[in-house]
């Protein structure tokens, strides 16, 4: 049997503090380093507010033992993108994020690309990314999501996908989405792993209808995904959709004798 | 013969110049006061950057008989609007504006109100009538225009319309337009002049896709619309539609004697 592959949507601040308290923490980790189960994990992240570096050291901080080289998020896939179409970006992302470009030519700037850039969402920095991409006979646009909002400690904020609607606007173009729930970006994370579809379990965090273009790349693997994560309930749900993850993760993997399909999930 | 009414959607900045260059202020302004004429002006501006006595100082600091009394724009219009349906309006709008809204209730806001904020768009300024519009169960969203961007002396500037697709989509809501072109805009100068819309002649200055619901309201009136005003050609075109306006303008009301129809509309 070929090795299952697991890959699991994270983001700090949203459901993983609750992995924390549901103890959650050992029983996925654990997995890769099991040589019976032959696990490997993929995480997907849409985080542009910091490095992958970073942002696994954060992880790292609070106990988890996760490397860079586990992570796919979409600023290098954005990278991996530019390089094949020899694109030269001009960037509207967090400062946080700018040495994942280290790399690309940016100089006379022919695409804008746009991240989650937080304060850097002045009025100045949009028009100047506007008037490049009015500036080209072709203009494009990549966005590394295209989320609405999000929730930090002081409230809700506008997410990547507000300043790329409006973008799109004042443009009248179409941006190209690198992230969650872009097909292309988890078929960037199979071709890091060298996995096709028909292996990997994927724990869906978000509705079905933001993921339909993954539901039709791995039609033919095991799905898990949550109901409807409300705001208000997003600090409790996720504690039931990952102990069921993790039940039919053990359940395939041949590992039944520790399978406990519990009714914990409402 | 009833009067007919004549009205011309003005911005600074745009056209507006070239009037002075090309000697029509003489022409237009003269009109109302001939009393063989019987002609009125209403400026319809989408002006959300100051109020309209600032606005009209600008213009009459540059040489023009205007009166406040004379021009519609989108915050008084918006007011009236607030007012019928008790709505509580939170601002995201120029400072310059604020003015306006000064007799209408603004605590506890029920809707948010975005115009051409400029500078006031900042991160967290779209944060907040963000969470005002989220926190509401059915978020009003009320613009005071649709624009995509404009153009000033330091460059292209995204417009009102940009950060209302923003807010649109953050919040999933539609925006009710208060500006040119909706329709309910130009319903609201004709109540103001108390003339109904056959009898209106109409200075067009965007592209006819734009203005399909002004088109609809004054169908059986003559209507005069300048061809794509191109970026590029800002600076030249408005030469040659004023001019045509003003010859039908002279036809019309019985002045066929001066009536010119020139070939001088390329």
């Known amino acids: 049997m070929e090795?299952?592959?697991?890959w699991s949507?994270?983001?700090?601040?949203?459901?993983?503090p609750c992995m924390q308290q549901?103890?959650?923490?050992?029983?996925?980790?654990?997995a890769p380093s099991n040589p019976t189960s032959g696990l490997k994990l993929r995480f997907c992240t849409n985080e542009?507010?910091?490095?992958?570096?970073?942002?696994?050291?954060?992880?790292?901080?609070?106990?988890?033992?996760?490397?860079?080289?586990?992570?796919?998020a979409p600023a290098p896939a954005a990278c991996r993108l530019l390089k094949?179409?020899?694109?030269?970006?001009?960037?509207?992302?967090?400062?946080?994020?700018?040495?994942e470009f280290a790399?690309?030519?940016?100089?006379?700037?022919?695409?804008?690309?746009?991240?989650?850039a937080a304060e850097n969402f002045s009025y100045a920095n949009l028009n100047e990314a506007f008037r490049v991409l009015i500036g080209l006979e072709k203009p494009v646009l990549i966005s590394l999501g295209k989320g609405r909002y999000y929730k930090e400690t002081d409230g809700l904020k506008l997410d990547v996908g507000a300043y790329m609607k409006a973008l799109e606007y004042a443009c009248d173009v179409q941006a190209e989405v690198v992230g969650k729930p872009a097909k292309a970006f988890f078929e960037?994370?199979?071709a890091e792993m060298g996995v096709p579809p028909e292996q990997v379990m994927h724990r869906l965090a978000q509705i079905p209808s933001h993921v339909a273009d993954f539901i039709r790349l791995s039609r033919?693997?095991?799905?898990?995904?949550?109901?409807?994560?409300?705001l208000s309930t997003a600090h409790f749900f996720p504690l039931y959709s990952c102990a069921l993850f993790i039940d039919l993760l053990l359940y395939h993997t041949g590992h039944k004798d520790e399978y406990e399909m519990t009714n914990r999930r409402q």
Chains 1, 2 share one sequence.
């Not at 090795?3 to 697991?6: E, L």
């Not at 033919?220 to 409300?230: E, I």
């Open 22 to 30: 549901g103890g959650w923490r050992f029983m996925i980790f654990e």
């Open 9 to 16: 949507s994270i983001r700090y601040g949203g459901w993983w």
């Open 48 to 72: 542009t507010q910091a490095t992958r570096e970073k942002f696994v050291k954060k992880l790292q901080g609070l106990g988890f033992d996760i490397s860079v080289a586990e992570v796919t």
């Open 188 to 190: 960037s994370a199979l």
């Open 3 to 6: 090795p299952w592959v697991a």
């Open 220 to 230: 033919n693997t095991l799905r898990v995904w949550d109901a409807p994560c409300l």
């Open 84 to 99: 094949e179409r020899g694109l030269r970006p001009h960037l509207l992302v967090h400062d946080d994020l700018v040495p």
């Open 103 to 116: 790399d690309i030519d940016k100089t006379n700037p022919n695409c804008v690309v746009i991240g989650d």
